[in-house]
């Protein structure tokens, strides 16, 4: 398929991590294939994938199942089979960082510390390739951020996760159509805060 968008989400394959913080690009990417009529069928190159159009692009969704850190082989296998460039591989990931409701689409970056990006950082050898940045808060008191992404989102949490599904997808849709100058414009920002 010609021309087609690889768009990764970042997570840790297996049930018990389904509703985890690190899980939140699975999440992202379940949600764009209901939305789609996306069906997640099989694995390539490491990788549970469904294809199909979104917005009219053919796209390729991705969740890798290396487990986190190992991500970005799954990930250079995916670009180098299917001949994918770079400028159009979108990697969805959470982010300690950034308040739950915080999306942050960038054209490029580093990794913030995330051991999945760090992965595909170093098997891609560049890091100019677009991201989404979905915020998922700050451990509370002095618990060990690795513990912290592991655990499940709070039940009142869950309804602000919702909308944030929701607005990440709208984004993707944008950044698909318009491109990532017009997904950063018009979709960065912080649900359920003051913005």
């Known amino acids: 398929?010609?021309?087609?968008?690889?768009?990764?989400?970042?997570?840790?394959?297996?049930?018990?991590?389904?509703?985890?913080?690190?899980?939140?690009?699975?999440?992202?990417?379940?949600?764009?294939?209901?939305?789609?009529?996306?069906?997640?069928?099989?694995?390539?190159?490491?990788?549970?994938?469904?294809?199909?159009?979104?917005?009219?692009?053919?796209?390729m969704l991705a969740k890798p199942q290396t487990f986190m850190n190992l991500s970005g082989h799954a990930v250079s296998q995916l670009l180098r089979y299917y001949r994918v460039p770079l400028d159009r591989l979108l990697v969805i990931f959470d982010d300690l960082d950034l308040p739950?409701?915080?999306?942050?689409?960038?054209?490029?970056?580093?990794?913030?510390?995330?051991?999945?990006?760090?992965?595909?950082?170093?098997q891609l050898g560049s890091k100019s390739f677009a991201r989404l940045r979905v915020g998922i808060g700050r451990p509370p008191g002095r618990m060990d951020p690795a513990d912290y992404v592991l655990r499940p989102f709070g039940a009142q949490e869950e309804s602000l996760l919702s909308l944030v599904l929701v607005q990440a997808a709208a984004g993707i849709l944008t950044y698909l159509t318009e491109g990532i100058t017009a997904a950063i414009s018009r979709h960065n920002r912080v649900l359920g805060g003051d913005e």
Request: glycine residues 18%; aromatic residues 6%; charged residues 25%.
């Open 1 to 59: 398929m010609d021309g087609r968008y690889l768009l990764v989400g970042l997570g840790n394959p297996g049930r018990e991590f389904k509703r985890q913080r690190h899980n939140v690009g699975f999440m992202l990417l379940d949600h764009l294939a209901e939305e789609h009529d996306l069906a997640f069928g099989r694995v390539r190159h490491r990788a549970l994938t469904a294809s199909g159009r979104m917005a009219g692009e053919p796209v």
């Open 100 to 122: 739950l409701g915080a999306l942050r689409f960038r054209e490029s970056g580093g990794t913030g510390g995330h051991k999945g990006m760090g992965s595909i950082v170093e």
